[in-house]
């Protein structure tokens, strides 16, 4: 899992059945500091967030299994978390 | 396997429910050489580790949800383990109660 912010949404008419239903956001990785790094791209969400939010995603196979039911999207990046704060 | 350092404490309200009760900490990967590489990793603790420590992470979904015991868990990362020693070619480059690196 990584740490990422979130920039803007995406919105797709047509799309695959399984993406059906849920909210693709714009997100940028980010360091401990909360500096971005990388170029932004899009993961879907399964936790209702939204712009500005820092949060934690799961990427890789993984990011297909947050979702209710059998809806597994074909995603390599999902939000599952919305972070309060950052301790050191 | 790869050994990190823990760099901070995440905390999160809003989350997927198989993260509850576990700690969040961000760790930064070191190579053999003790130096930091790649991006930070965010594990799921299931040894009870604090900032500052070197551990033992696992990158495996399979093995975290094994871990979790919870099927289709999204996770993708673990602590597995807080690290004492470390030699290599015989010769220890970290020991944790003196935290002497050489």
Redesign the interface.
């Known amino acids: 899992m990584y740490l990422g912010r979130i920039l803007g949404r995406v919105v797709c008419t047509r799309k695959d059945h399984m993406m059906e239903g849920l909210k693709m956001l714009i997100v940028t990785a980010i360091d401990s500091d909360g500096n971005p790094k990388g170029a932004p791209f899009i993961a879907t969400d399964s936790i209702g967030a939204g712009a500005g939010e820092t949060v934690f995603l799961c990427g890789g196979g993984e990011a297909a299994l947050p979702f209710p039911g059998n809806q597994r999207p074909p995603s390599d990046a999902t939000v599952i978390g919305i972070i309060d704060s950052i301790e050191r | 396997m790869q050994i990190g350092r823990v760099?901070?404490?995440?905390?999160?309200?809003?989350?997927?429910s198989?993260?509850d009760s576990r700690p969040?900490l961000?760790v930064?990967p070191i190579s053999m050489d003790l130096r930091p590489t790649g991006?930070?990793?965010?594990?799921i603790d299931f040894i009870g580790s604090d900032?500052d420590e070197l551990v033992m992470i696992m990158k495996e979904?399979s093995s975290v949800q094994q871990m979790l015991n919870i099927q289709?868990?999204?996770?993708?990362?673990a602590i597995i383990g807080i690290v004492d020693t470390v030699h290599l070619h015989d010769v220890k480059i970290f020991d944790k109660s003196t935290e002497v690196t050489s």
């Open positions: 760099v901070k404490k995440i905390v999160s309200t809003v989350k997927n198989a993260f969040l961000l930064q991006s930070e990793v965010l594990c900032i979904g289709d868990a999204a996770a993708d990362a």
